[in-house]
């Protein structure tokens, strides 16, 4: 079961953090595709977490939104803060339950983040949007994200037992 944080030398921390954000930043600008980017940037977010701690989680977690929005993954710049806040809700969740185990602290803290944002999307929809973009951004905003969050899991438990 992987639920400790992982301890690091001194110089390892930024170099780990340069690396996640890195891929985290990179992600939505090399594949211009919620299914493939999502599942990256989630892994960032909780290896982040598992490697560094919450703290750097949390700085990771704000990186993706504005890429994912100037590269036209994202319809809407509305949303951009509440995705920002979306993968911080992933974060916190991810370290907040990890003492239930790997599995656990991943389905839930997806599917915390999966209803965040669905109701801000929900929300943003009935009050700013409509017709095509407003339901471009309810399926983004829906089970995809639920799905990308728990893949991004399962890529981050496969990095963890290759590289452990």
Do not use: C
Request: charged share 5%; proline share 5%.
């Amino acid at each position: 079961m992987i639920s400790k944080t992982i301890t690091l030398s001194k110089s390892m921390p930024f170099t780990a953090l340069a690396t996640l954000i890195l891929i985290a930043f990179g992600a939505p600008l090399l594949f211009n595709h919620q299914l493939i980017a999502g599942p990256i940037v989630n892994a960032t977010l909780f290896l982040s977490t598992m490697i560094l701690g919450v703290r750097y989680g949390a700085a990771v977690a704000v990186v993706p939104s504005a890429i994912a929005f100037s590269v036209g993954v994202l319809p809407v710049p509305y949303m951009i803060p509440f995705i920002v806040l979306g993968n911080m809700v992933l974060v916190f969740s991810f370290h907040y339950f990890k003492q239930m185990g790997y599995w656990p602290s991943v389905v839930i803290s997806s599917f915390l983040k999966f209803s965040f944002l669905l109701l801000f999307a929900f929300l943003i929809t009935e009050t700013l949007l409509y017709g095509d973009v407003a339901k471009q951004l309810m399926l983004m905003m829906g089970w995809m994200q639920f799905l990308t969050a728990l893949l991004g899991g399962v890529i981050a438990f496969a990095y963890l037992k290759i590289t452990s």
